[in-house]
């Protein structure tokens, strides 16, 4: 069982960035591809960028070039760096976690709310 907690989220002004962290438990981190999603309301679930447990990492369109995936297995965290935020990043963002077998896990989630 693998528990992901976020952190990092909240209020921030259009044009401003935010760095959200997703923490995991287990001594097996390096093997997860690990990923942050996130739902606006009245919308589904939508990857917004991904990294492998290699080290690949991918985006979606709309945050390409805004947004930033990495992670540090030492600390088995996994981060989301967000520039330029615009009013339609807001959503509740989740933590993904894929194991070896392809068994995922989420996170809680948590909100990123852009607005002047």
């Known amino acids: 069982q693998v528990q992901l907690v976020e952190s990092g989220g909240g209020l921030v002004q259009p044009g401003g960035s935010l760095r959200l962290s997703c923490a995991a438990s287990?001594?097996?981190?390096?093997?997860?591809?690990m990923g942050w999603y996130r739902q606006a309301p009245g919308k589904q679930r939508e990857a917004v960028a991904v990294?492998?447990?290699?080290?690949?990492?991918n985006y979606a369109h709309s945050v390409k070039g805004r947004f930033t995936v990495w992670r540090d297995n030492a600390k088995n965290t996994v981060y989301l760096q967000m520039r330029n935020l615009k009013s339609d990043d807001t959503a509740v963002y989740y933590c993904?976690?894929?194991?070896?077998?392809?068994?995922?896990?989420w996170g809680q989630g948590i909100q990123v709310t852009v607005s002047s």
């Open positions: 287990g001594s097996i981190f390096s093997t997860y591809d």
């Open positions: 990294i492998t447990s290699g080290g690949a990492t």
């Open positions: 993904n976690a894929a194991d070896l077998r392809r068994q995922e896990y």
